[in-house]
């Protein structure tokens, strides 16, 4: 259960990509991730197959319930508001200083403009554009 947890912190951002430049989770917004992950599990039934699929790096698909599942864990820790958006500048505060925060704005806004159908689809969509564009990758 641990294990699977941990991966699931490196969703957002999937693929292992030699250019992208790793960002660690600090211990304080780590634990409230898991947390948030851990419930969020029991709230939208989503397997642990899909999850180690997308850690893996599948391509993100329209599967419902995975989208419950980012929504969820978005909002739960605090970064998403209610229509699923991106809350920008708490976001911000998980990138520690020596990351270039501007370009990473820049990401956040361009990918905050997606709107899906329902709260759900707009933080999946985010999700989705986020792991594509941004110049860095999100571990633990
Ligand atoms: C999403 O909705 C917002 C607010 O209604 C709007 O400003 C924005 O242009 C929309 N984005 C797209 C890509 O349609």
């Not at 939208?44 to 599967?63: C, H, M, N, P, Q």
Request: glycine residues 6%; neutral net charge.
């Amino acid at each position: 259960m641990a294990g699977l947890l941990i991966m699931l912190v490196t969703l957002c951002v999937g693929y292992v990509v030699a250019d992208k430049e790793i960002v660690y989770l600090p211990p304080d917004k780590l634990t409230i991730v898991l947390q948030s992950a851990m419930l969020c599990i029991g709230e939208t039934g989503v397997s642990a197959d899909v999850l180690i699929e997308y850690r893996s790096g599948k391509e993100f698909g329209t599967d419902k319930t995975f989208q419950k599942f980012i929504n969820c864990i978005l909002s739960k820790s605090g970064y998403a508001d209610e229509s699923g958006h991106i809350k920008i500048e708490k976001a911000l505060e998980i990138f520690p200083k020596n990351v270039d925060k501007d370009s990473i704005r820049k990401v956040i806004l361009e990918c905050n403009r997606e709107n899906g159908s329902d709260p759900a689809e707009t933080s999946f969509k985010f999700a989705k554009c986020f792991r594509q564009k941004a110049p860095v990758k999100i571990v633990i």
